[in-house]
């Protein structure tokens, strides 16, 4: 979302930090938590190797997902489900979850939270795997809307309530 003079104009909002220590465990809330550049979230499933995923070569470093996406969702926009899906930020499995930033936009863009500097890398999609964490239809509903996987390129410590600017 360039502005008139071609930079970025968004400014966001870390809102939530969890993370899990391993694969399928309950996602643990944190006020904040040191980003290792290269590895993830200290005391994360991916940072240690345990992820689901973690045997597969995409980046997965950290994963971020919009507050405005869950909200949607809590208001059945658009109608996919029978009715408005609930899902709490500690329930999408995703590390950090914002508002205000436009993650679709984010892929090979450089942005910082806090002292960190992360690189959107892929779109996330959604899986099966959530679904049956949560014995819930996720699957359509957040497919196209299931947040960014991003490197972390400069290490260091992060906050709810920093800001999320480009770079």
């Known amino acids: 979302m360039p502005g008139d003079d071609g ?3 968004w400014r966001g909002t870390l809102l ?3 993370v899990a220590q391993a694969a399928s ?8 938590a040191t980003l290792i550049a290269g590895r993830g979230i200290e ?7 345990t992820g689901t995923y973690s045997k597969l070569p995409a980046v997965r470093d950290v994963t971020l997902i919009e507050i405005e996406v869950l909200e949607a969702l809590a208001r059945n926009d658009p109608p996919l489900q029978d009715a408005p899906l609930l899902i709490d930020p500690g329930q999408h499995r995703r590390n950090l979850t914002v508002r205000g930033v436009p993650l679709a936009h984010l892929v090979g863009v450089r942005f910082r939270i806090g002292e960190a500097v992360l690189r959107g890398a892929r779109l996330s999609f959604p ?5 049956q ?11 196209n809307r299931s947040g960014i996987n991003c490197a972390i390129e400069q290490g260091g410590r992060i906050r709810v309530g920093d800001r999320i600017e480009p770079l």
């Open 7 to 9: 930079t970025p104009h």
């Open 43 to 49: 005391g994360d499933r991916y940072c240690l190797g």
């Open 133 to 143: 964490l949560l014995g819930r239809p996720v699957y359509q509903p957040l497919y």
């Open 16 to 18: 939530h930090i969890h």
């Open 25 to 32: 465990y309950e996602m643990e809330p944190l006020d904040e």
């Open 127 to 131: 899986c099966r795997y959530l679904e």
